[in-house]
C-alpha cells in the first residue's frame, strides 16, 4: 500500500473535511480514501443522505406550536363519505391522474 502527502489544502477544505469526518465519527484521513475511493468509481457512494439542514429547529417547539400544529393538519385525517378515502388519499390519486394525464 502507497503513501501520499496532499500539499496546498485550503483552509476552508480542511475545516469541512475535519467538520464531515467529526460527523460520520470517523478520521479525516478514512474520510479522504472514502471520498477517493467514490470519486474514481472504485467504491460506489452509499445512497443513505442524512440531512441535517433543519437540525436548528430540533426541540425548539413549544406545547403550543404542536397544538396548532395538529389542528392545522387534522383535516388530513378526515375521511370522505362518498368515496371512504382519507384527504390524503384523494390528493394522491389527483395528483397521478393529472401525471398520467400529461
Same mark, same amino acid.
Given at each position: &500500500?502507497?503513501? &501520499?502527502?496532499?500539499?496546498n /489544502? #485550503? ?16 478520521? =479525516?484521513? *478514512?474520510? &479522504?480514501? !472514502? ?13 443513505? =443522505? $442524512?440531512? #441535517? ?8 417547539? @413549544?406545547?403550543?406550536?404542536? $397544538?396548532?400544529? +395538529?389542528? *392545522? %393538519? @387534522? =383535516?388530513?385525517? !378526515?375521511v370522505?363519505? +362518498?368515496?371512504?378515502?382519507? =384527504?390524503?388519499?384523494? /390528493? ?9 394525464? %400529461?
Amino acid at each position: &500500500m502507497a503513501t &501520499m502527502t496532499l500539499r496546498n /489544502i #485550503d483552509d476552508r477544505i480542511y475545516a469541512a473535511l475535519k467538520e464531515k469526518a467529526w460527523k460520520e465519527g470517523t478520521s =479525516v484521513n *478514512a474520510l &479522504m480514501l !472514502k471520498l477517493l475511493k467514490e470519486s474514481l468509481g472504485i467504491d460506489k457512494k452509499k445512497r443513505g =443522505v $442524512v440531512y #441535517d439542514d433543519l437540525d436548528h429547529l430540533a426541540g425548539t417547539w @413549544s406545547n403550543k406550536d404542536a $397544538v396548532e400544529l +395538529e389542528q *392545522a %393538519t @387534522s =383535516v388530513f385525517e !378526515k375521511v370522505d363519505e +362518498e368515496s371512504g378515502n382519507s =384527504v390524503l388519499t384523494w /390528493i394522491s390519486q389527483t395528483r397521478t391522474k393529472r401525471i398520467c394525464a %400529461t
